[in-house]
């Protein structure tokens, strides 16, 4: 059975395994997997209305939560977010306790979001690839990481 899910103005078909998962979800996990780039997911991220993008970056924490993020998956994330060092939310993701780093930069206001999302996002795509690569190696059932 194909699935067809909305991400802006533009529907893109969902078939297999994954097709029970919200835009969001799939659009996460895909940046995750390198399926799509994180610009596209950025791209998306800001054409969300303000309420629907905070929800998404506490989305984002929950899965790096379930991905056991830790404070080297967040200085790897970090280089490859394209948000300088000295930016609030790059300052934070670097620190300890992590999770608790995490639940300010959800807290951040408005104006950060985008730079809080580059910087979720790619501290999740570090944990969930190493996740990915130990715990689920040859094994995985994960709907989320059987996407390609």
């Known amino acids: 059975m194909q699935s067809w899910i909305g991400i802006g103005r533009t529907w893109y078909s969902s078939p297999g395994v994954g097709e029970n998962l919200r835009a969001s979800e799939r659009i996460i996990n895909e940046v995750a997997q390198g ?20 929800a998404v970056l506490h989305e984002v924490v929950r899965y790096s939560m379930q991905a056991h993020a830790t404070v080297n998956d967040a200085r790897g994330g970090l280089l490859r977010s394209g948000v300088k060092p000295t930016m609030t939310p790059a300052v934070l993701i670097v620190r300890e306790p992590i999770l608790e780093q995490m639940g300010k930069i959800i807290n951040l206001p408005p104006g950060e979001y985008v730079k809080s999302f580059r910087v979720l ?3 999740f795509v570090e944990a969930d690839t190493r996740r990915r ?7 995985c059932s994960h709907a989320w990481h059987n996407l390609s």
């Open 133 to 139: 690569e130990t715990e689920c190696r040859g094994t």
């Open 35 to 54: 399926i799509r780039t994180l610009e596209d997911a950025v791209a998306w991220f800001s054409s969300l209305e303000q309420a629907q993008q905070k």
């Open 121 to 123: 996002m790619s501290t």
